[in-house]
T-cell receptor, first 115, second 115 residues
Framework: EAGVAQSPRYKIIEKRQSVAFWCNPISGHATLYWYQQILGQGPKLLIQ????????DSQLPKDRFSAERLKGVDSTLKIQPAKLEDSAVYLC?????????????FGPGTRLLVL | GQQLNQSPQSMFIQEGEDVSMNCTSS?????WLWYKQEPGEGPVLLIA?????ELTSNGRLTAQFGITRKDSFLNISASIPSDVGIYFCAGSLNAGGTSYGKLTFGQGTILTVHP
């Protein structure tokens, strides 16, 4: 079974530029998550989708970050404009459903460096 | 908000030694998870705990859900070089509704095993 796919794997941009990340979850997984992992820290949840609806985006900096999952499968996370402090690994995860005991499977992440 | 304190921050051990790490929270969780992350990859679930006092093993790994529901412990016995990586604890309230799937991660314990 294929895992969570993410692209690109690496991205270097200058501050104030825009960037987008793509995630393809495990087939059949209804729930999708985006996490931000700053160097030396654990992942921090940014947004959680159930099918094509947002369940929680309370920790998403909405002035510059946006995410969508229009058809309930793939998802994109966008940063516009980027700041230096956005340098991090952006992890996508998916799970079968939104209930206790469902394992979240993580993708390899996109490493973003903002100069 | 909720915070998880994970200790130690790093460990340097000899192959064959046992390892212990722990995680404490400022508030109660009803699910504790332990993940391992290797360079360039996303976290992978090692052990999940769903009940206070629960002790669960996965091969050489043993984890416990603290009685107070505010802490958890992970032990690795007879370490081997492939145990190298960053170990994260994560807690979830899973109290129904939109709380499912919301993970709060610790800062991680970096494990180095010398052959």
């Amino acid at each position: 079974e294929a895992g969570v796919a993410q692209s690109p794997r690496y991205k270097i941009i200058e501050k104030r530029q825009s960037v987008a990340f793509w995630c393809n979850p495990i087939s059949g997984h209804a729930t999708l998550y985006w996490y931000q992992q700053i160097l030396g820290q654990g992942p921090k949840l940014l947004i959680q989708f159930q099918n094509n609806g947002v369940v929680d985006d309370s920790q998403l900096p909405k002035d510059r970050f946006s995410a969508e999952r229009l058809k309930g499968v793939d998802s994109t996370l966008k940063i516009q404009p980027a700041k230096l402090e956005d340098s991090a690994v952006y992890l996508c995860a998916s799970s079968l459903a939104l209930r206790q005991g469902e394992t979240q499977y993580f993708g390899p992440g996109t490493r973003l460096l903002v100069l | 908000g909720q915070q998880l304190n994970q200790s130690p921050q790093s460990m340097f051990i000899q192959e064959g030694e046992d390892v212990s790490m722990n995680c404490t929270s400022s508030s109660i969780f009803n699910t504790w998870l332990w993940y391992k992350q290797e360079p360039g990859e996303g976290p992978v679930l090692l052990i999940a705990l769903y009940k206070a006092g629960e002790l669960t093993s996965n091969g050489r790994l043993t984890a416990q859900f603290g009685i107070t529901r505010k802490d958890s412990f992970l032990n690795i016995s007879a370490s081997i070089p492939s145990d190298v990586g960053i170990y994260f604890c994560a807690g979830s309230l899973n109290a129904g509704g939109t709380s499912y799937g919301k993970l709060t991660f610790g800062q991680g314990t970096i494990l180095t095993v010398h052959p």
